[in-house]
């Protein structure tokens, strides 16, 4: 009996560490880390008038921000979500970085002529469009 009872402690620590092991590789792999901190962004609000974005849990509000081309603006971007998130414009350079619950951080940028995506490095399907009109 006690043979036994080892062989199943003995099973529990050879199958579970690399179970636990592979759930944890699969987590990071699924979250990803997030974009790295690019462009003219800075941690806080915004200095003066920003069109203001908020990242929640898995949407951000407005989804699309309406810009004139060539105009300079800020984007102040408060995550109200329990979870980290980031703002990120590939075709502009930008990204806040992660911004932590509770966080706010603003980029600075010149308007681009053409219509550009931003997204959510860490969470698939969370992303919006700078519409330019």
């Not at 620590?13 to 800075?42: N, S």
């Not at 200095?47 to 951000?60: I, Q, R, S």
């Not at 300079?72 to 995550?79: Q, Y």
Request: negative net charge; contains cysteine; aromatic residues 6%.
């Amino acid at each position: 009996m006690r043979l036994s009872a080892d062989r199943c402690t003995h099973s529990w620590r050879f199958i579970g560490f690399p179970t636990a092991g592979l759930a944890a590789a699969a987590l990071l792999v699924a979250c990803g880390g997030g974009a790295e901190r690019a462009g003219d962004v800075t941690k806080g609000p915004a200095p003066g008038e920003a069109v203001k974005v908020e990242a929640g849990d898995n949407f951000f509000k407005p989804e699309t921000l309406k810009v004139k081309p060539g105009d300079n603006i800020a984007v102040e971007v408060r995550n109200t979500g329990e979870r980290p998130h980031d703002w990120t414009a590939d075709d502009l350079g930008i990204s806040t970085g992660v911004i932590s619950p509770g966080e706010v951080f603003h980029a600075t940028f010149a308007v681009p002529e053409n219509e550009v995506e931003y997204v959510c490095t860490l969470h698939a399907g969370m992303n919006g469009t700078i519409q330019v009109s």
